[in-house]
T-cell receptor, first 118, second 112 residues
Framework: GAVVSQHPSWVICKSGTSVKIECRSL??????MFWYRQFPKQSLMLMAT?????????EQGVEKDKFLINHASLTLSTLTVTSAHPEDSSFYIC??????????????FGPGTRLTVT | GESVGLHLPTLSVQEGDNSIINCAYS??????FIWYKQESGKGPQFIID?????DKRQGQRVTVLLNKTVKHLSLQIAATQPGDSAVYFC???????????FGKGTLLTVNP
C-alpha cells in the first residue's frame, strides 16, 4: 500500500517551453502533497506544499509563478515548470501524506522525474 | 536552505560488516526523525523513524540512535549487503507537523 507514482519518469524539453509533471497517490487519498527538487549529489530541497483544493505554499526562494502547482483532487497534484531554462534541469520528487491530517509524518515518495532542459 | 557541496560524504564497507551512518541536525525544535534510503534515479524509501522521547529504536537489521544533547542521529546497518548500497538521508521535522528537512546524505558503497 501507499504507492505514489510520477509521470513522466523523465522528460527533455527545449528552453522556453513548459513541462507538466504529475504526482498520483495510487491506493490512498492524499490531502497534502509535497514537491522537492534534487540536484546531482545533493539533498532533497522542499519546493512547496500542496493541499487539495487550496493554493500551494512555497518555500522561500521558490518562484510560484515559475513552478505552478495544482492539487485538484485527493489523488493528483501537478507541477508545471513554466518557461524552463537549463538551470531548471533537476530531479523532481513528490511525496504524499497518507493520513490526510496534520500531524502525520508518513510521507511516501514518488520515483521522481528527471527534467533536462536543452 | 544550506548549500551542499558536490561531493557527498561516503562510506565504503565490506559485505557482512556493520555500517554506521551519522547525521547532525540543527533544529532543536525537531521531535521526529526519519532515515531514508535513495537508490540511484529513484525516490527516497523509508527505513526507520524515531521520536525525540526515545534514544534508540530497532528495526530489521537497522538501528537508529538519537542523541539530543549533541543533536546527533545515527543509522546502524547490521551485516551490510550489496543491496544496501545507496545514498542515505536523515530528515527532521523541525517541530512541524508535516514538513521535513533533509540532511546532506551519505553514499554507502558495499564491496562484495
Amino acid at each position: 500500500g501507499a504507492v505514489v507514482s510520477q509521470h513522466p519518469s523523465w522528460v527533455i524539453c527545449k528552453s522556453g517551453t513548459s513541462v507538466k509533471i504529475e504526482c498520483r497517490s495510487l491506493d490512498f487519498q492524499a490531502t497534502t502533497m509535497f514537491w522537492y527538487r534534487q540536484f546531482p549529489k545533493q539533498s532533497l530541497m522542499l519546493m512547496a506544499t500542496s493541499n487539495e483544493g487550496s493554493k500551494a505554499t512555497y518555500e522561500q526562494g521558490v518562484e510560484k509563478d515559475k513552478f505552478l502547482i495544482n492539487h485538484a483532487s485527493l489523488t493528483l497534484s501537478t507541477l508545471t515548470v513554466t518557461s524552463a531554462h537549463p538551470e531548471d534541469s533537476s530531479f523532481y520528487i513528490c511525496s504524499a501524506d497518507t493520513t490526510g491530517t496534520r500531524g502525520s509524518y508518513e510521507q511516501y515518495f514518488g520515483p521522481g522525474t528527471r527534467l533536462t532542459v536543452t | 536552505g544550506e548549500s551542499v557541496g558536490l561531493h557527498l560524504p561516503t562510506l565504503s564497507v565490506q559485505e557482512g560488516d556493520n555500517s554506521i551512518i551519522n547525521c547532525a541536525y540543527s533544529n532543536s525544535a525537531s521531535d521526529y526523525f526519519i532515515w531514508y534510503k535513495q537508490e540511484s534515479g529513484k525516490g527516497p524509501q523509508f527505513i526507520i523513524d524515531i521520536r525525540s522521547n526515545m534514544d534508540k529504536r530497532q528495526g530489521q537489521r537497522v538501528t537508529v540512535l538519537l542523541n539530543k544533547t549533541v543533536k546527533h542521529l545515527s543509522l546502524q546497518i547490521a551485516a551490510t549487503q550489496p543491496g544496501d548500497s545507496a545514498v542515505y538521508f536523515c530528515a527532521e521535522n523541525g517541530g512541524s507537523n508535516y514538513k521535513l528537512t533533509f540532511g546532506k546524505g551519505t553514499l554507502l558503497t558495499v564491496n562484495p
